[in-house]
């Protein structure tokens, strides 16, 4: 492979828009049909194939209003919802699934709960009657619960003897502490010993509500035909009483000085790392501009990282940088990794360039070509049935509007060189930051000593 | 520097409209020029946007030991300058057009994929028609673009413990045909490559006989073929490439692999050798590879993950290639589980396969699978370029893929049954385990 698909490329997909002139690519509207138990669905009809997408988000299902002790349990709750009802056990759910040759997936984010389903159209109210019964009569059944667990602690040995998924968990551990946005949805050994399945199910009790969904199909059904199956299936998920209002989250933790921690991975070739810093909200009006400077910084092949730490000095396979946002706040984060020997070079290029970016900005060609990138390459994230549902789905949830793209492009297209350094002046640190290496001690402590005090762990030490 | 060429992004628009986006054999225009290029033509104007996919048919099936990984190097030398354009101006001037790229390489062929605005059409085609035949190979460049071959050999292979045994296991269960190294290549070969060979390799294997362009998406056919013939057809052919002649042996008896290594989880992984795609036998094993390891309801993955708790995942199937490869059975298995009663399992739930075959239920669903995924793949410009692509180079046709489903239906269900016994045999299987040594168990 030419590269890898960064992280980069997937933060675009999430929050990027636009494409430019008279008849620009739009994220057609589609029409809000509202269920009998209050549940809103968003629905946009696609005649080209025989399929249909679904997608849904449950407000406060996310890792983020899990207690802190019990890290991962919405991670947990999501998997489990998927194995066993009263109806129907675990292997009899993936037995129909995959029957139909269908695709559904539960899975938790920060601030959501996330459904996914999607199928030929003939297998759709099948596959929404499965759906339905997973989310509403799950039984958290104390031997799923003990599988499930067992695996994930097992799974958290796999991630650490490969340093490259690895140094992402020690990241946000890193990085957010003990507060609730880091929390990771694979959990931690200490986290997922202290879980019990009773506790699982209160906490699917208290957070997944028909109020709080959002859903959106896009596919090859007739409006009156959806609304007969949703109704059927879906539409019978009742609203389990008042709900407590979900907590505010508090203030994202900023970092003051530079807080430097080193993973000792003995037998590891290459040093990874990850480098983070204050970012910023979703939907922030700072989003067109940040994504206009940050793809010259890291996001896309020629940026000045990957230019720099791959094309140039063949350091690295890959070099990037993203935003991850957050409906309160969000983060910024570059990463690479090379062979030992040269950790020490390729940190001292990245923080020079992030500094030349802040004092010198970008030439005004460069601006332009960021701008044109963003927006030719907006179509295709929304090519089919699945991505648009999602869009829908998330541009909803968060309350953005559907012609969200529409304004975000206007405003890349504008972005001037003016705005692209103010956004680089303002967000890509130079301080204030954490920086995490996985990498073998041995052979990369003396280089690392410059930047300042590390604190080290081994990798096979418990936790992040 | 060369000169930026000229695009003007927004002028050219056309207007696109959401259309029933077909796909069917009839829908696709195909030409052939006289120096050999063969072309695809889709067009759809479902998004502004069009796939400019370039494969050649080109891979680790045509190294030789001491060029091991070259196919893979001269992938990523291919955005390393021409006479025409620079070091690193193919990106530039395609992101400034809005364009990305991407490229990849396998055993049997190497893809160059383009994804861009309608208006960058002419300049992406004059780019993509130049680095057939006009790279320059810089030493400088040369020498950079190995250590980012190296870095991607130690971020794939050498850091991730999985990848290591299945090198292994590739390399034990084939000795002769060139299958026996992974396309990454050996690191002493990435180490040691030399200019001269390179550039050899590169002008026996990147000519526009040995290559075939589809291009799906937002464009006028009669427009996109002139541009074709205007870029393409003063290429000059090459000499057909030297055929692949080595044959595998048959394997006589089972192989094994052990590695001890620092690591807190074990590593398995089970192969047969398996007939190539044009086979007949194919299509069986790849519907015994859906029962076996596809989804949660498949049958490894019940036992090894749901009920007996051994392993982490199961994956793996039947490899999809021009000369036989291997029908892989990858299990991640917890830690401190027994690599012997895993395998001992395996071998149980294949036995019964080759006792009872599948079930009715597994046969349908499997084709079901088979169905589902063929329409899932056709969203997007880019799922169709791509399978054009690989039915072109891998099965002889493109319009092979049309006749897809159609082979997969003709299956009839004894046949998974036969396919087992012939194949996933004793004598037949090489088995790799990696145990840990010195890590927290």
Not at chain 1, 4 to 18: D, G, N
Not at chain 1, 312 to 330: E, H, M, N, P, V
Not at chain 1, 336 to 350: F, R
Not at chain 1, 413 to 419: F, H, K, M, V
Request: charged share 25%; proline share 6%.
């Amino acid at each position: 492979m030419k590269r890898f698909s960064a992280a980069a490329i997937l933060a675009i997909i999430v929050l990027v828009s636009a494409y430019p002139g008279e008849c620009a690519f739009k994220l057609p509207s589609p029409e809000k049909v509202a269920l009998k138990n209050g549940l809103t669905l968003f629905y946009f009809k696609n005649v080209d194939y025989p399929l249909i997408s679904f997608r849904m988000l449950v407000r406060g299902a996310g890792s983020a209003f899990e207690p802190g002790e019990f890290e991962g349990m919405a991670a947990l709750t999501a998997e489990l919802l998927q194995k066993g009802t009263a109806k129907t056990d675990a292997a009899a759910i993936a037995e129909a699934v995959d029957f139909m040759g269908a695709r559904f997936d539960i899975s938790a984010g920060s601030e959501n709960a996330s459904i996914m389903a999607e199928s030929l159209s003939e297998h759709f109210p099948r596959l929404m009657e499965i759906a339905a019964d997973c989310l509403m009569n799950s039984l958290f059944k104390e031997d799923e619960f003990a599988k499930e667990r067992s695996k994930r602690i097992d799974n958290i040995k796999a991630i650490k003897d490969n340093p490259g998924s690895a140094v992402r968990p020690y990241f946000t551990k890193a990085y957010f502490g003990a507060h609730p946005m880091g929390h990771l949805a694979s959990g931690t050994e200490s986290s997922l010993k202290k879980m019990t399945a009773s506790g699982v199910k209160d906490f699917y009790k208290k957070y997944y509500r028909p109020e709080r969904a959002i859903a959106a199909v896009v596919g090859n059904i007739e409006k009156a035909k959806l609304i007969e199956v949703l109704e059927a299936t879906l539409g019978r998920w009742n609203v389990p009483g008042p709900a407590a209002p979900l907590p505010v989250p508090p203030n994202f933790p900023k970092p003051k000085g530079k807080k430097l921690v080193l993973i000792d991975k003995p037998d590891a070739t290459q040093a990874y790392w990850i480098l983070g810093a204050p970012g910023y909200p979703l939907g922030d009006k700072i989003t067109p501009q940040a994504d206009v400077m940050n793809t010259l910084i890291g996001g896309r092949f020629t940026s000045w990282l990957s230019t720099e730490l791959r094309i140039k000095r063949g350091l690295t396979y890959g070099a990037s940088s993203y935003f991850q946002t957050w409906s309160i706040d969000g983060l910024f984060a570059a990463s690479s990794y090379t062979k030992n020997d040269k950790i020490g070079e390729m940190l001292d290029i990245t923080f020079d360039l992030l500094k030349k970016a802040r004092r010198e900005g970008f030439a005004a060609e460069e601006v332009e070509s960021s701008r044109n990138y963003l927006q030719g390459q907006f179509p295709q994230r929304l090519e089919s049935n699945g991505s648009k549902a999602g869009a829908y789905a998330m541009l909803a949830f968060f309350n953005l509007g559907f012609d969200y793209y529409d304004r975000y492009l206007a405003k890349v297209q504008a972005a001037s060189r003016a705005e692209a350094k103010a956004a680089a002046v303002k967000l890509l640190p130079e301080t204030d930051f954490v920086l995490v290496v996985v990498g073998k001690a041995a052979e990369i402590r003396k280089q690392l000593e410059k930047y300042g005090t590390w604190t080290e762990k081994k990798i096979t030490d418990p936790d992040f | 520097m060369q000169k930026k060429l000229l695009i003007a992004l927004v002028a050219l628009l056309a207007c696109s409209t959401f259309l029933a986006a077909a796909f069917r054999k009839e829908d696709i225009k195909v030409y052939k020029l006289d120096n050999g290029l063969k072309i695809l033509i889709l067009e759809d104007h479902n998004i502004p946007q069009v796939a400019l996919y370039t494969y050649f048919r080109v891979g680790s099936r045509n190294e030789r030991p001491g060029l091991t990984g070259v196919s893979h190097f001269i992938e990523h030398m291919m955005f390393n300058g021409t006479k025409k354009i620079g070091p690193g101006d193919f990106d530039r001037k395609m992101e400034f057009s809005g364009g990305a790229n991407n490229a990849f390489t396998g055993e049997d062929m190497t893809g160059y994929t383009d994804w861009f605005p309608p208006a960058a059409l002419e300049p992406m085609m004059e780019m993509e028609a130049d680095r057939i035949q006009g790279l320059l190979f810089e030493p400088q460049v040369f020498e950079s673009e190995r250590g980012v071959i190296a870095s991607e050999r130690r971020m794939g292979v050498e850091n991730n413990n999985d990848s290591i045994l299945s090198e292994n296991v590739r390399a034990t269960a084939i000795m002769a045909h060139p299958y026996h190294w992974d396309v990454i290549g050996w690191m002493s070969d990435i180490l040691n490559w030399k200019r001269d060979d390179v550039m050899a390799y590169y002008r026996t294997f990147y000519s526009p006989n040995n290559a075939v362009l589809i291009i799906v998406g937002d464009f006028e056919s009669a427009k996109a073929l002139d541009l074709i013939k205007k870029y393409f057809a003063g290429i000059p052919s090459g000499p057909p490439p030297p055929a692949v002649t080595t044959v595998e042996p048959p394997q006589m008896g089972p192989k094994q692999v052990l590695i001890r290594k620092e690591a807190q989880t074990p590593s398995f992984d089970m192969v047969f050798h398996a007939p190539n795609c044009q086979s007949p036998d194919f299509y069986p094993l790849s519907i015994l590879d859906m029962v076996l390891l596809n989804g949660e309801s498949s049958r490894l993955y019940r036992r090894l993950v749901r009920e007996e708790q051994l392993a982490l995942n199961v994956f793996g199937g039947i490899g999809e290639t021009i000369d036989p490869l291997l029908f892989e059975i990858y299990v991640k298995p917890r830690p401190g589980v027994d690599l012997n009663r895993l395998e001992a399992v395996i071998e149980e739930e294949l036995d019964k396969i080759k006792k009872e075959g599948i079930t009715e239920k597994e046969y349908q669903k499997a084709q079901n699978m088979i169905r589902s995924d063929f329409y899932f793949g056709l969203q997007t410009n880019a799922g169709k370029a791509g399978r054009l692509g690989r039915a072109e180079v891998l099965y002889g046709s493109f319009e092979k893929l049309f006749a897809q489903m159609d082979n997969y239906a003709a299956v009839k269900r004894e046949q998974i049954q036969e396919a087992a016994k012939k194949y996933l045999t004793e004598n037949n299987k090489t088995v790799g385990k990696l145990i840990p040594e010195g890590g927290v168990q």
